[in-house]
């Protein structure tokens, strides 16, 4: 069964320094993958996906992530970060091949911008 | 404006008590699921709808139940059987086609005690 890993829980960083968070999914087949972004007691916003095409995407809020085939990962950058980008990023997985779209998450890395 | 709605955006029950969320779109979209967050977990799936009077369990159904006998509207009811009912719960649809992503409303917190 497909699963998504977000080694980090949380990720503290300052305001104007980059930032990555990590994500690893552990099935080999062609899956669709997306990061979302949850805003306290909110629900979730769609940062960015990857459909198919050129493996980096770009998104929302100048964040961006790159797919790797080769190392199942998706990892979610952004090079200058602002207290207000503080939230909780969840990174999700969609087979190509289930026809109910469902989404498997992570579960979910809380970025912290320190002033 | 287009979007999906959930209400209440706190509900609190006692134990025993079946409770019924609601989950209303309109954006005219097929599918429609709903997920369970938990600290820590992510979110979970619980049941999913791809077309009015039809849904399908996801992973975590058991103490759940679901209609869909209208298209904008996917009620979920937390029965007195699901041992731990208190968590945030999420509604989420999507458009039918080439539209991949998902959008979510902006959830109900259930606090049973």
């Known amino acids: 069964a497909q699963s998504v890993t977000q080694l980090d829980s949380q990720v503290p960083v300052f305001e104007e320094a980059p930032v990555e968070l990590r994500c690893n999914y552990s099935?080999?087949?062609?899956?669709?993958l997306f990061w979302y972004v949850q805003y306290p007691n909110q629900g979730l916003q769609l940062l960015l996906k990857?459909?198919?095409?050129?493996?980096l995407v770009k998104g929302i809020n100048g964040f961006e992530a790159e797919f790797n085939k080769s190392q199942t990962s998706f990892h979610l950058r952004k090079p200058s970060v602002h207290i207000s980008d503080t939230a909780e990023y969840f990174c999700?997985?969609?087979?190509?091949?289930?026809?109910?779209?469902?989404?498997?998450f992570g579960s979910g890395t809380r970025l912290l911008v320190r002033p | 404006d287009g979007g999906i709605t959930q209400s209440p955006k706190y509900l609190f029950r006692k134990e025993g008590q079946n409770v019924t969320l609601s989950c209303e779109q309109n954006?005219?979209?097929?599918?429609m699921y709903w997920y369970r967050q938990d600290p820590g977990q992510g979110l979970r799936l619980i049941y999913y709808?791809?077309?009015?009077?039809?849904?399908q369990k996801g992973d975590i159904a058991e103490g759940y139940s679901v209609s869909r006998e209208k298209k904008e509207s996917f009620p979920l009811t937390v029965t007195s059987a699901q041992k731990n009912p208190t968590a945030f719960y999420l509604c989420?649809?999507?458009?039918?086609?080439?539209?991949?992503?998902?959008?979510f409303g902006p959830g109900t917190r259930l606090t049973v005690t």
């Open positions: 989420a649809s999507k458009a039918s086609g080439v539209s991949y992503e998902q959008y």
């Open positions: 099935s080999s087949v062609s899956v669709y």
């Open positions: 990857y459909l198919s095409g050129s493996t």
């Open positions: 999700a997985v969609s087979d190509r091949k289930d026809s109910s779209y469902k989404l498997i």
């Open positions: 954006l005219n979209h097929d599918a």
């Open positions: 709808s791809q077309i009015v009077n039809d849904f």
